[in-house]
């Protein structure tokens, strides 16, 4: 089982996964797909310490695409905060475009592009809302100014000007004082349980590397596709 290494108390904003050693670029490259047997967590958990080596900023961000009911996709970045042998988990304001959508159609794909890497994930699943109290540890780990904008924030609805959230951050500053910050009840976490998961990897000529794996019961099978 994989997981992102964020820890209880940092900060997203200060947010680095572990580095490998300083001669790292110098073995052989991370993550090679010459087997499709191998387990497709494992073989992401290669991928992403290969970029969190190379990519200048969030090599954690992913454009994550939803549908509205008339079946209307629309696309975004956000932050990837959690990986396991369930999932991939993000955090959000659950009023939000994407919250409602995802809330009312659960089903979701997510792209990386690591383009130092010259390589990309794509997955495609079923969306599901952590725990509670996974929920309530992550936030813990937010700046407290953080955890105020997500009070502060009606995302994603109409703002009449820069003032009116500077006021609202204001009025919930003033509201916590120097208290604990709780986690509000419209902010929680969602996890995209994957049905497909597609690794992709530069080649010569367009001939690029395309590996797919499909959820199979319990376990996955293997595929790989014409560039």
Known sequence: MTRLPV??????EQFKPRRRGADS??????GTMSS???????LFDEWFKAAADKEPNDPNATALATVDAAGMPSVRMVLLKGVDGRGFVFYTNCESRKGR?????????LCFHWKSQKRQ??????VEQVAPEDADAYFATRARTSQIGAWASQQSRALAGRFELEKRVAQFTAKFGIGAVPRPPHWSGFRVVPELIEFWEDRPFRLHDRLVY?????????ERLYP
Request: aromatic fraction near 4%; charge should be positive; glycine fraction near 14%.
């Open 7 to 12: 820890q209880i108390g940092e900060s997203p």
């Open 25 to 30: 670029g110098r073995q052989q490259r991370a």
């Open 36 to 42: 499709g047997t191998r387990d497709p967590f494992d």
């Open 101 to 109: 959508q995802l809330l009312a159609h659960p089903k979701a794909a």
């Open 121 to 126: 994930v794509r997955i495609e699943g079923k």
């Open 214 to 222: 499909h959820r199979d019961g319990d376990g996955w099978r293997t």
